[in-house]
């Protein structure tokens, strides 16, 4: 499925759009950590919370939990929280 | 433990030898590279423009391994790694973190890496790390992989001392000062800000508390044999007498001869409108007595800046009996300088030069061993450390 990247972690992907699969988000973050060794850790702690600037949308809605279903068609979208001023 | 001195050998001025000045700020890393004489300093920088760098430090064993402790304001934390001098950088394939908790159980994670410390000359590749909040962490190969090291991140009673977030520093508690004896690597010393100072002597088995002699904050009855309470900010060991520690505490200047336990407060002998409250603490490179400290102010709400605007070293040359002021070519007033605890380093040359990064973002070099300040770089962002190191 198509995940958009913000521009703090281009770093690693090189484009703002790339594709990953899974069936879960947290099976998601694993196959962007496949491609992309780094990302996940930069955005999901060590004790699997998402981090606190970090935000995911899925098909426009914010996903909170690693757990959430996802199918091929959705689209994820990965930003960095407005916060800061 | 036998006491050593002096075998050290100095670089003198212009033998070819250069250093290098390492300045991690709150917004990117720069290096300073200097002339054979040390007056003109070429910049290389920013590296990671926006990254919080705690930390900067090239590995004195191979001469070319740099490690750069960073996060941003936004992502999580990771080491970066090079060995081109900052050309290029690769992430650690592993960064500090710590262990996933049971289920049910709040774990804890890796704020930020503060402090990292390189393994003896003859442990290739032994890196520690310290963080906030407060952990331990090694890696055996040159810094690519971080694991939990010793009992401390987990251990309850150690859980207990080092308390909460709001039992640290402002940006939050954390675990530095990370030394390892050169004569036996199972040696090691930490200090917690808060938590105090422990000794390992089986490799962070085990920890005994070293705060004997250590004072505590005044008036409010806390007990002094309670590591929670004490608060250092640095410690070194003498590269010279492994047998001697200083400390730059909330409360004071102390020394640490071994096998002693006890510390011995050599910051009274300071004069009493200084005090001897202050973050940074530098030894000889070759003078286990020789000791520089770089006062704050710590009265009423502790503003932590210089002491009446005046921006000083101060340098004992006795293990503490006297101290003298070294502000040659500083500002003469209105310079309210915070200097962090990592902001103070020495270089290896003869004579030796300080380098003292500031919250203003100013990079000074104290020639002549402090005794003429001159400015090299102005306009950096918040200067979080300074490290040095000499290159061939």
Known sequence: MKVIIPSSLRSYTERGETEARGATLAALLVDLERQYPGIRFRMVDEQDRIRRHIRIFVNGEQARELAQPLAAKDEVIIVQALSGG | ?392
């Open chain 2, 1 to 392: 433990m036998a006491r050593k001195t002096g075998k050290a050998t100095a670089r003198k001025g212009r033998t070819g030898s250069r250093t290098l000045v390492l300045v991690a700020t709150r917004k990117g890393a720069w290096l300073y590279h200097g002339d054979a004489s040390r007056k003109s300093w070429r910049a290389d920088g920013p590296h990671f423009l926006g990254h919080n760098v705690s930390h900067l430090v090239l590995d004195p064993r191979d001469g070319k391994t740099l490690l750069a402790a960073a996060k941003t304001g936004h992502l999580g934390p990771t080491i970066f790694r090079s060995t081109d001098f900052g050309k290029s950088w690769k992430e650690a394939a592993r960064p500090p973190a710590f262990a996933k908790a049971a289920d049910g159980k709040e774990g804890r994670s890796v704020d930020h890496t503060f402090w990292l410390a390189p393994g003896r000359a003859q442990d290739r590749d032994v890196w520690y790390a310290g963080t906030s909040p407060q952990g331990l962490f090694r890696s055996t190969d040159g810094g690519v992989a971080w694991e939990p090291y010793s009992i401390i991140n987990d251990d309850p009673q150690f859980r207990e001392w080092m308390g909460t977030v709001q039992d640290g520093t402002p940006d939050g508690p954390k675990l530095h000062s990370i030394i390892v004896d050169p004569r036996d690597g199972r040696h090691l010393y930490i200090a917690m800000s808060g938590g105090g100072v422990h000794e390992s002597t089986d490799s962070g088995r085990s920890w005994k508390t070293l705060i004997k002699g250590l004072d505590v904050v005044e008036g409010f009855g806390f007990d002094p044999a309670k590591p929670s309470f004490h608060d250092p900010h640095c410690m070194r060991l003498s590269p010279t007498n492994p047998d001697r520690l200083y400390q730059q505490n909330h409360c004071g200047i102390y020394r640490l001869d071994r096998p002693s336990d006890t510390w011995a407060r050599v910051g009274k002998s300071m004069p009493k409108e200084i005090g001897d409250i202050g973050f940074p603490l530098v030894v000889h490179p070759r003078d286990p007595d020789t000791v520089w400290v770089f006062p704050m102010d710590g009265t009423q709400v502790w503003p932590r800046t210089s002491p009446g605007g005046k921006p000083a070293a101060y340098v004992t040359r006795n293990g503490g009996k006297t101290w003298q002021r070294l502000d040659a070519g500083l500002p003469r007033s209105q310079a309210w300088w915070t200097v962090k605890r990592q902001c103070m380093a020495a270089d290896a040359r003869d004579p030796v030069a300080l380098y003292v990064g500031h919250g203003g973002g100013e990079l000074w070099i104290g020639r002549d061993e402090g005794r003429r300040w001159s400015c090299i770089a102005r306009h950096l962002p918040e200067i979080y450390a300074v490290e040095t190191a000499e290159l061939s």
